[in-house]
């Protein structure tokens, strides 16, 4: 059943999106140059498809014993939705989109990210040319930065049950070193700045230590007193 919902829907659904293609009168070329991203993703996908043998795909709707059910639970949703259309039922349409953020997404928000780095990868937005979009462009960073820090944050906590479940310590020196000499070396390649590297690392593991001691609690040490050579291009004391 798992492997049906893994394999079977996805490439199911993906050949019935290029067989619609191929029986359309549009040109191929002539929808890319309107191609919104999704349509290049799942373009993609079709052309990932065809450079394997059809074995693998046929394999995966033949034999697993799964598969057909899997299929006709694909068919049903899309008649579902076709059923909704034809009915003018856009408040149903709303609850659907409202059920799947709310079943699949609401505990998976890096997806929201994910998403967004791969449709700006395929299509990336024209570049600024006034103050306006310079600054529109710097608040789509910004969001990005936000949501982030927030799936950061959110493994944090993950990571301060587990410390207190296995009773580990929640200072760990040598793992900050690690964190902020890797981001140091990474920033190189944008010419950022070590000093700006660990001022920025020193806020985040600060806040992640505050956190983690909320959960095991404890008494506390400071992360300067404990990781003072990972900040020492800043020249902070403990």
Known sequence: QAMALLQTVGHAAV???GRVLAASAVPLDALLRLAPPPFRVLLSLVARMTQNHPDVYWEIQADNPCSAVARQQLLAALAALDDGVARADQGGFAAALGMLEHTLIADH???VGLSR??????????AP?????FRAAIDRVDDQLIDLLGQRQALIADVARFKKTSGTPVMQPNRVLEVVQRCKARGQGWHLRGELIEQLYRLIIEEACHIEYEHVGGPRESLLTSSAPAFQATGVQA
């Not at 780095?117 to 024209?126: D, H, L, V, W, Y």
């Not at 040319?129 to 979009?133: E, F, N, Q, T, V």
């Open 15 to 17: 050949l019935s999106f």
């Open 109 to 111: 928000r890096d997806y």
């Open 117 to 126: 780095r791969i449709f700006e990868s395929i299509n990336p937005p024209p």
């Open 129 to 133: 040319d006034s103050l306006p979009a």
